[in-house]
């Protein structure tokens, strides 16, 4: 599975960015998808994560209120919106296949050695 994230860029803090991440090469509807970070000097952290069929979402609660994630199967593509960015919003940003799809458990979904397949991340840059 290859996958590809796009969006990221330079924004002022209180605005909004989309990312998108493009998946191809495996049957995308059999992954549950994650969103994680990674700040410069930081480790990478859980953002969000979406299940198969994009009923399910948990979000980090740090961002809860501000991030939402979704995914359309038919377009192969899972979403992280972002709004009201903060400074400390700014990193690299990832997607992820969960290895399992089972997102149930806290530890389960928010342990980056749960997940397979990487994106090569976007970055966003949130100015004060």
């Known amino acids: 599975v290859q996958l590809q994230a796009s969006g990221g860029g330079l924004v002022q803090a209180g605005g909004s960015l989309r990312l998108s991440c493009a998946a191809s090469?495996?049957?995308?509807?059999?992954?549950?998808m994650g969103w994680f970070r990674q700040a410069p000097g930081k480790e990478r952290e859980f953002v969000a994560v979406?299940?198969?069929?994009?009923?399910?979402?948990f979000i980090k609660d740090s961002v809860k209120g501000r991030f939402t994630t979704s995914r359309d199967n038919a377009k192969n593509t899972v979403y992280l919106q972002m709004n009201s960015l903060k400074v400390e919003d700014t990193a690299v940003y990832y997607c992820a296949t969960h290895r399992e799809g089972n997102i149930l458990s806290k530890r389960n979904r928010e342990d980056v050695g749960r997940y397979e397949y990487w994106g090569q991340g976007t970055l966003v840059t949130v100015s004060s």
């Open positions: 090469g495996g049957t995308f509807s059999n992954y549950a």
């Open positions: 979406i299940s198969r069929s994009g009923a399910s979402t």
